[in-house]
């Protein structure tokens, strides 16, 4: 057999089919039609090599085919590096190393031309001068693949690897060839002939480049169906191949048994074969592989997601969202309806929704196998599949199909897993256009919408736990405001109620009692009002200030609580805009705070002056004070008190939101045994 003749056929048949797909593609260019050329080139070298080496026995003979052959893959290499180098040099000047490149190359090979021309021979018996000049265009042809690669932007480098790949590898062999023959003067024969498969091998890498870069990618399409039986056989010819090998080995060692154990071994390697493709599992194994790998993909998932996260997002109504999650999930694969269930905090699985589809009020525990297989495995469930073949889901884990799944029949159950837990899953119904081309894609995008799906659910649920928390939290605030104005009331009230024996005969004194118990029902009233809603906001008004004051040293007067606090104004009058009982419910906090913080024979002071910002108000007092770690980080914050559990922590906090709202100022200095000073600025009005 004739191996020289062989390697170059099947380099020849190689070259032609990638030449044929080339040319199923419709685009055009300079860098196309470069690769057409170069294509076309190496197909005729290789048939004619195959040729020559059939005529001539296996003889080497060096020809300038050689030369036209690597000439034409150096001007593809050439029309890269200009696309590489566009964004440094100017296209005039680009085309003159180009043609400058030409220019030497045709002078190169000028010699051989001339010999060609005037001795009427085509091949020589003196090869040293092809063989230099190959080597050195092998050379110049490595030196540019580098340059190639090198000067490829990095987010075009994965289209153009497997080219550089494959042409690097024939000049490498090219280089080792003729380096060879150029110290040995001769040609080696075994090297010559490989070369053919040599080429062959580079053609699919060549192809995978081809494939990669849109602008080339060939307009041809292979059935998966071939593209599955042709891997199959491919993959069991190697595997005899390499089994057949072991065989020969297993023969020439075995001694006396031999024969036999190679017949056993080649028996055993057969019945696996079998064993192997009669399995429905690898088969589907296999078929996916191909699937994942050989072909594009089924779907836009750009426009997939988009339409996805549009038709989740529209509405953020429960009933609305629940409505949504279906509809987005059975738009993927053409449902015409579906069922949304979720679990309950009891513990069961119950229908929520359903869109297109009748409404199930059977409840699945979450211990049955369904929930179980759902959460372990994150499968899609194609009841049809699971029906006709049980098999393919029970190797997974054990599962059994409740009463109504086998009552409604519906086409897939789609897992909602949100942090590895099954929060629910999603019924469709079959769909007659998708029904028999389901496949493992479908599967993936559903399993991925799916976990979207769960998040926005959970982000929901947490969004309206988070809300109800909020209410909880404002009433718990309202209530603590209640209670401390009731606590307020209540220690007038007691004072009043503990100096009434003995004033009970003063007309002046009982005025005053009858004064301060219509102020704490009215108090009382509008608390009962804002408790039950009917009063939503404090109104403000013109107010003022100084009346304001002159009113709660009264009240405090009366009410009895030592130290009595001593007013001191600057202005008769100065008028404020503020809700009047707030502002009196305000200050008088700060004023109980400041007797509860001093001793009874201690002092207390209220003073009022003008300023440039409004009017300021001083209450200052000389009792036990405060630690400036302490005003820093809690005085303002509810709930923290100096007090022990006599106090709530909320005048301060109350105080300074007030007096924030009206665009006002607090500010506080103390020192501890020394005393405090609380200092409120309020905007004037006109």
Excluded at 71 to 92: D, K, M
Aim: hydrophobic fraction near 45%; proline fraction near 3%.
């Amino acid at each position: 057999m004739n191996i020289g003749a062989v390697s170059y056929s099947i380099s020849a048949f190689t070259f032609l089919i990638f030449l044929a797909i080339l040319l199923t593609d419709r685009h055009q260019g300079a860098t196309k039609r470069a690769l057409l050329v170069a294509a076309s080139v190496s197909c005729i070298w290789s048939f004619y090599l195959a040729y020559e080496t059939l005529l001539n026995d296996g003889s080497v003979k060096l020809s300038i085919i050689e030369y036209f052959k690597t000439i034409a893959w150096l001007f593809l290499l050439v029309r890269l590096l200009s696309i590489a180098y566009s964004g440094r040099f100017s296209e005039v000047k680009i085309k003159k190393i180009q043609l400058g490149l030409l220019g030497i190359m045709f002078i190169l090979i000028m010699p051989e031309l001339l010999r060609f021309i005037f001795k009427d021979i085509f091949f020589f018996q003196d090869i040293e001068y092809l063989t230099a000049l190959n080597l050195l265009m092998a050379i110049v042809g490595i030196v540019f693949v580098e340059q190639v690669y090198r000067n490829t932007r990095p987010e075009q480098k994965w289209a153009i690897k497997y080219l550089c790949l494959g042409l690097l590898g024939m000049y490498i062999y090219d280089f080792y060839m003729y380096s060879d023959a150029l110290l040995y003067q001769r040609i080696d024969p075994i090297l010559w002939q490989a070369r053919g498969f040599i080429y062959a091998l580079t053609v699919p890498l060549i192809g995978v480049s081809i494939s990669r870069d849109p602008l080339w990618s060939p307009e041809i399409f292979i059935s998966r169906r071939v593209v599955f039986h042709t891997t199959t056989l491919l993959s069991s010819g190697i595997y005899l191949m390499v089994m057949g090998i072991a065989g020969y080995y297993v023969r020439d060692f075995g001694g006396n048994w031999g024969l036999v154990a190679q017949a056993i071994f080649l028996f055993l390697t057969i019945l696996i074969l079998i064993l192997f493709l009669s399995s429905r599992r690898i088969r589907a194994k296999v078929i996916v592989l191909v699937n994942k790998h050989f072909y594009p993909y089924k779907y836009d998932y750009r426009e997939e997601w988009l339409r996805f996260i549009r038709t989740l997002s529209t509405s953020s109504e429960e009933k609305k969202l629940h409505h949504n999650t279906i509809k987005s999930i059975a738009q993927i694969i053409e449902s015409p309806g579906g069922m949304l269930w979720l679990r309950e905090d009891s513990g069961f699985f119950v229908c929520a929704e359903t869109w297109e589809m009748e409404h199930v009020t059977d409840r699945e525990p979450a211990e049955t196998s369904l929930p179980k297989f759902l959460e372990e495995h994150e499968f899609v469930i194609s009841v049809d599949e699971f029906i006709a073949q049980p098999e393919v889901y029970n190797r997974l884990g054990y599962i059994e199909l409740p009463e109504w799944v086998k009552r409604i029949q519906p086409w897939l159950i789609v897992p909602l897993i949100y942090n590895d837990l099954l929060i629910g899953f999603i019924v469709l119904d079959h769909s007659n256009a998708r029904k028999k081309t389901f496949n493992w894609e479908d599967s993936d995008l559903l399993k991925t919408a799916a976990r979207q799906v769960a998040a926005f659910l959970e982000q929901m649920n947490a969004s309206e736990a988070l809300a109800e928390a909020r209410q909880f939290e404002n009433f718990n605030k309202v209530s603590t405001y209640i209670i401390h104005d009731i606590k307020n009331l209540v220690a007038q009230l007691s004072l009043i109620s503990s100096n009434a024996e003995k004033h009970k005969d003063n007309p002046l004194f009982m005025e005053d009692v009858f004064k301060t118990i219509n102020n704490s029902v009215s108090k009382m009233n509008k608390m009962m009002e804002v408790l039950s809603g009917k009063v939503a906001n404090s109104k403000s008004s013109k107010v003022n200030i100084i009346s304001v004051l002159e009113e709660l040293v009264h009240n405090r007067q009366i009410a009895g609580g030592k130290p009595v606090p001593i007013l001191g104004c600057e202005s008769g009058s100065f008028y404020v805009k503020a809700d009047k009982a707030q502002l009196l419910a305000i200050i008088g906090h700060l004023v109980q705070n400041a007797q509860d913080a001093t001793e009874d024979h201690g002092k207390i002071t209220i003073s009022q002056m003008r300023s440039t910002e409004g009017v300021v108000i001083e209450i200052e007092d000389n009792g036990s004070g405060m630690s400036d770690d302490f005003i820093k980080n809690n005085l303002f914050k509810p709930f923290k008190t100096t007090k022990g559990t006599k106090g709530m922590g909320i005048g301060v906090y109350e105080a300074r939101e007030i007096i924030l709202a009206i665009g006002g100022q607090i500010e506080v200095s103390s020192k501890i045994n020394i005393g405090t000073c609380f200092k409120l600025t309020i905007p004037a009005t006109d």
